[in-house]
């Protein structure tokens, strides 16, 4: 049984920073594409980013330049760095891996960009 959590989300202002972790355990073996998705009240899941085991990474059209994400050389363990953040960033972010062609998911963490 694989178990992923996320770590790091809270309350920021406009133009503000946050840095969302994210860490797998249990029956892992080797490295495995993993990344962040978003959800916003009223919207369909999204892409944030995504990062593979040599490091190339993707992101979407509208956190480009602003976000980063990284990895962990030795272990299955994510980051995302997020700066010059924006109200419609709030949402609840997804830490995401994929093992064997199946999706596995964390339970999610808040990030509310607000005045």
């Known amino acids: 049984q694989v178990q992923i959590m996320e770590s790091g989300g809270g309350l920021v202002q406009p133009g503000g920073s946050l840095r969302l972790s994210c860490e797998a355990s249990g029956r892992i073996s080797g490295l495995w594409p993993m990344g962040w998705y978003r959800q916003a009240p009223g919207k369909q899941r999204e892409l944030v980013g995504t990062i593979l085991p040599n490091g190339a990474t993707n992101y979407a059209d509208s956190v480009k330049g602003r976000f980063n994400i990284s990895r962990h050389k030795t272990k299955s363990a994510v980051y995302l760095q997020m700066d010059s953040l924006r109200p419609e960033d709030t949402a609840i972010y997804y830490c995401?891996?994929?093992?064997?062609?199946?999706?596995?998911w964390g339970q999610g963490t808040q990030v509310s960009v607000s005045s």
């Open positions: 995401w891996m994929k093992i064997l062609q199946r999706d596995q």
